[in-house]
């Protein structure tokens, strides 16, 4: 007679059960291990070069002293463009996809199809499209119109312009989840009291979507930080004597810094810890970046 | 069918489709001014679809479409010249769920004014009072007409909804099963509400509760599966019906 709640599996049932669970628990551990051991490694590396002085001062003697500030402001500069370029198209975008196109129609999968294309293509592709498009065809273009040279060479605007083809995809795809969260309700309730479409979006849609938008222009800003390839060809500079006085200017970016100190210096040896402090000040605005819309993202659910 | 009082909204031979799907089929009906008319008929026998015709909230759908005529004070709502906003402003709508906006109770009712223009303070002031009254939630509201209306308990919501609906001074109230999500009381309050509001407003109530449909309505029109069955005063139907399917839904045969 059986005791009416003992398993009825056999012992190599359970065995088969015990190593599954023991691979994924080391296969965690391992990626946990990896991603500790790497942050640890730059922490004490790096570390000890990480003082307020290193974020505030120039870089001296081909970038193997000194600080990294004009770097830090550069990419500061960009992301702020990136995301005023960027952020309003996306979300127009997401706007017209959720809110007026007919979901099955062609036009409405086209530009779908677009913007998860948009999503796999490789940033260096992008850098390529910067210089083609951006600087060669855009910026040449204006020149000639006015018989002048300011937009026809790399710069912070057409870097910041490139960045914000690359990240449209995170904006659009967040801001159409958010505006999908708001009850159709609600919309409805606007609709019913004789208000317009275009009034039910900017009075109830779009308020009770704006910490989503946040969260599409936060995830955004940190692809676009970290962003080095896309940028290469299309106007960051490895030395600056000042910080770019307009957007047409070239400018230094905390990841092409990297670069540059990593692959072009005089002794890459003797700049490692540069490297790594320059490394854990990059990763630092990722992650504060990514947590941010993390935490914007779980109070936009709990609502 | 009734003729005792003036007709406030005609249809005729009215079809509705989604997609390829027919969802209503021919109904022709008269509904009386300032009467409450009750559409009753089990889920999907198109009763909201239907009531949402009239105020042509089924535009929001992809690929509806509509055949026959939908006439409210001899405009045919589907007239290309019809401004929907407009058309919408004279007929509220009041929805199964509460659906207060995110905003203060005083926010809530002036919505639907504000679309239109600016008024002054003291406009608006008045027109919440009076919403407000006329949805008998002013003495439960009055001290926190600026705190937010998702503080309110659900009934009081719903007559929130009603207050916000009635604001933009409307002469038909549309109400899709306003009182399924409400608890007894509540309810109780909302159908006393209905038949005081019936003077003003010519009310067309979707309800899936019969006892309500027969404690409120004037008259009763019973759908099934996208057909009017049976419109009559609400006396009449329940209690001799003229067609077998309203005897068997009534009394409880099936649905």
Not at chain 1, 2 to 23: D, E
Not at chain 1, 84 to 111: K, N
Request: with cysteine; hydrophobic share 45%.
């Amino acid at each position: 007679m059986q005791a009416p709640f003992t398993s009825h599996h056999t012992v190599s049932k359970r065995v088969l059960g015990l190593f599954a669970i023991g691979i994924a628990l080391t296969a965690t551990v391992a990626v946990l291990g990896v991603i500790l051991g790497m942050l640890a490694d730059f922490a004490v590396k790096g570390g000890p070069e990480l003082t307020w002085s290193f974020l505030t001062e120039y870089p001296r003697n081909s970038n193997m002293e000194g600080g990294i500030f004009p770097a830090l402001a550069g990419t500061t500069f960009l992301v702020l463009l990136m995301t005023l370029m960027g952020v309003p198209i996306g979300t127009a975008t997401a706007i017209y996809l959720t809110e007026f196109a007919r979901q099955d129609s062609w036009f409405a999968r086209s530009v779908r199809f677009a913007v998860n294309t948009l999503a796999g293509v490789p940033s260096i592709v992008f850098g390529l499209f910067g210089v083609g498009f951006f600087v060669q065809f855009v910026g040449k273009g204006l020149d000639t119109a006015s018989g002048s040279s300011v937009f026809g060479d790399g710069s912070l605007l057409w870097c910041a312009a490139t960045l914000a083809v690359l990240t449209l995809p995170v904006v659009i795809v967040a801001v159409e989840e958010a505006l999908r969260a708001v009850p159709r309700e609600l919309r409805e309730a606007s609709l019913a009291l004789g208000a317009t479409r275009w009034q039910t979006i900017t009075k109830v849609v779009l308020p009770n979507a704006v910490s989503g938008i946040l969260t599409g222009s936060i995830l955004a800003v940190g692809r676009g930080a970290g962003e080095v390839a896309a940028i290469l060809f299309v106007g960051v500079t490895y030395s600056a004597e000042s910080l770019p006085d307009a957007v047409t200017e070239k400018f230094m970016h905390l990841g092409y810094h990297l670069y540059v100190l990593a692959t072009q210096s005089p002794d890459v040896e003797a700049t490692l810890p540069l490297q790594y402090a320059t490394t854990i000040v990059l990763l630092g605005l990722t992650f504060l970046l990514n947590f941010s819309a993390i935490y914007l993202r779980s109070r936009l659910r709990r609502r | 069918m009734a003729k005792e009082y003036p007709t406030k909204i005609t249809a005729t031979d009215f079809s509705m489709y989604y997609g390829q799907k027919q969802a209503l089929h021919n109904i022709s009906i008269t509904v009386p001014e300032r009467r409450v008319t009750a559409f009753i008929g089990p889920s999907g026998c198109g009763k909201s679809t239907f009531l949402r015709s009239m105020n042509r909230m089924n535009d929001l759908i992809d690929g509806t479409r509509h055949e026959g005529g939908m006439v409210i004070d001899d405009v045919d709502v589907y007239d290309p010249t019809v401004d929907v906003s407009t058309l919408r402003r004279k007929i509220g709508m009041v929805f199964q769920k509460s659906v207060p906006f995110p905003k203060s109770i005083f926010e809530n009712i002036t919505y639907g004014l504000t679309l239109l223009d600016r008024r002054s303070k003291s406009d608006l002031e008045q027109v919440v009072e009076e919403s407000l009254q006329r949805a008998a939630l002013w003495n439960e509201v009055k001290d926190r007409l600026h705190h937010s209306a998702l503080g309110l308990s659900g009934g009081q919501q719903q007559r929130l909804c009603i207050a916000r609906a009635v604001a933009v001074n409307p002469e038909i109230l549309l109400m899709d099963e306003p009182c399924s999500a409400l608890d007894p009381i509540s309810t109780g309050k909302v159908e006393e509400l209905i038949t005081e509001l019936k003077d003003t407003y010519t009310i067309v109530l979707v309800t899936h509760n019969m006892q309500q449909a027969a404690r409120v309505s004037d008259y009763t029109g019973f759908f099934l599966m996208g057909h009017l069955i049976e419109f009559d005063r609400t006396r009449t139907l329940f209690t001799s019906p003229a067609k077998k399917e309203t005897e068997d839904y009534i009394t409880g045969r099936f649905g």
